[in-house]
């Protein structure tokens, strides 16, 4: 028997229980890790609350992101072996394959032999952020260089990767969030410029920053009533990407706005990525390169143990973080 994490009934941090439970073999296409870092993400909280895409079979493990060593090897795998290191590209389901254990059975498909330079902790912070960023950024917005690009919510791990990514092909990253206390640590993690939307004038501010070349894409998981100053500011043939919901408000769709500059309102999910073997490999070969390089180097905003797995999801949903949570097993 092994630990994993599961939860009985929905709702808060509270309903996280550690138990013991067999762990299956590894079925066809699958290997079983022993995991050593844990990656935490919003949708695990979704997931746990009952607000997620998936609906949970109670009781439900749970964890999209996970770097660990290869204990076993199930039929029809090919190229890995017992005792490689890996990490875990998400897979779409977390109820068919969570990885909140000491041991995992997790598809082979979605292994990674991570550069050997990162750590567990920085190996399991890698592929939810960084391949998020890329798709949008990269895969759909055509990001290049000397492009302004608005990223939101930006001391998120997401953000922060959309930073490093934007730095890497030459773009100039303007990070917006709430208020001006994350301001000097998001200069520090390469944006050219900050905003705090509850201080400033965003619109305004946007406009003051890009000049008459406007913002051509802007990366957002939040929604609601920022859509308008966003776009209000965007170039024409700008392309704004939304890969979230976070705001409680409605979010109005800027008809003229987008009609007079032609702009591109694009829902993402970074499954799209993740799903077409094609584009994975681009992102992948892409976001090692930059790990190799130093370029794209994972923030951890908090480590905490496996046992204090109660107190990693309060962190989580409280906010504060700047940067990835990890859980160390």
């Known amino acids: 028997m092994t630990r994993v994490v599961r939860f009985h009934e929905l709702g808060g941090p509270e309903v996280l229980r550690i138990e013991n439970v067999d762990v299956p073999e590894p079925g066809r296409g699958e290997v079983r890790i022993q995991v050593k870092a844990l990656g935490l993400n919003r949708a695990d909280a979704l997931l746990r609350s009952g607000n997620y895409i998936e609906t949970a079979t109670l009781p439900s493990g749970l964890g999209l992101e996970a770097a660990g060593v290869i204990e076993k090897v199930g039929e029809g795998v090919e190229g890995f072996v017992p005792g490689d290191a890996v990490s875990l590209v998400p897979p779409r389901s977390m109820i068919r394959w969570p990885c909140y254990g000491e041991l995992a059975n997790v598809p082979a498909a979605l292994l990674v032999k991570h550069p050997a330079s990162l ?42 990767a959309a930073i490093q990514i934007a730095n890497e092909v030459g773009a100039i990253p303007i990070a917006v969030t709430r208020t001006s206390t994350k301001r000097q640590a998001l200069l520090e993690a390469g944006a050219a410029h900050v905003i705090a939307s509850a201080e400033e004038d965003l619109e305004a501010r946007l406009k003051e920053i890009s000049g008459p070349q406007g913002i051509r894409v802007v990366f957002d998981p939040v929604g609601g009533p920022i859509f308008e100053p966003l776009t209000a500011a965007m170039s024409s043939g700008g392309i704004l990407v939304e890969y979230g919901g ?46 190799i390089s130093g370029s794209l180097h994972p923030v951890i905003a908090r480590t905490f143990s496996f046992d204090q797995i109660v107190e990693a999801h309060r962190f989580l949903v409280s906010n504060e973080q700047f940067g990835k949570i990890v859980v160390t097993v």
Do not use: C, N
């Open 246 to 291: 976070l705001s409680a408000e409605k979010t109005p769709f800027p008809l003229f706005t987008a009609l007079s500059k032609s702009l591109t309102l694009r829902g993402f999910l970074v499954h799209e990525v993740i799903g077409d073997p094609v584009r994975l490999e681009a992102a992948k070969a892409f976001i090692i390169a930059g790990l």
């Open 119 to 160: 750590s567990w902790e920085e190996a399991a912070a890698v592929w939810m952020q960084y391949l998020t960023a890329y798709g949008g950024l990269i895969d759909i917005g055509g990001l290049g260089r000397q492009d302004f690009v608005v990223i939101t919510a930006a001391s998120s791990s997401v953000g922060l």
